[in-house]
Structure formats: structure tokens, C-alpha cells
């Protein structure tokens, strides 16, 4: 992931960056819960909710597992990232 989408994604409302709670790696949070980080490097993953993966009209992020919160998106999908990133705050949001 660029440095420039990242500082994108940190810069988006109410987000702080802190260690992943999975990986100890840079990770996004929001009101004490991680919604974003990387997967190494051609992958972020972003907790959507089931919901909100259930709601999702586009075939490029690809759930985790049936049961998942998360998907995944390629990196170069940047416009896909940063409207999944807005919806993730929404959704974790306390």
C-alpha cells in the first residue's frame, strides 16, 4: 500500500493508528476497535460487519470466510479501499 493512501486512511475522521491486535503490524482503529490494516503487501483488509459485506454490490473484496467480519481488497482498488474504509468507521463505530 502507498504511503499516500495510508496517510488518506489515517486522516479520515475519528481514526487513530495503532498495533494490530493480530499482527503487532500498523493497523487503523476506531473508537477502541481495529477496522483496517494491512495483509501484506497487495492486500488490506477492512472490518466491514457481516452486514455490511452482505450489503456490498461489487465482487472485488473478497471475504475472509463465510462467518468473517473482514475482507480483503488489492491495493490498487484505491477508491474501492477508501469507501470501505468509510463504511468500516461507520460500522465499529462504539
Known sequence: MSSELWRRLAELPGVEERPSQFHGEPALWVDGREFLHRHGT???????????????????????????????VDVHHVDLILDLARRAIEANRA
Open 42 to 72: 497487495d492486500l488490506v483488509e477492512i472490518r466491514l460487519t457481516g452486514k455490511g459485506i452482505t450489503a456490498l454490490d461489487d465482487d472485488r473484496p473478497m471475504r475472509r470466510s463465510r462467518t468473517s467480519d473482514w475482507v480483503m
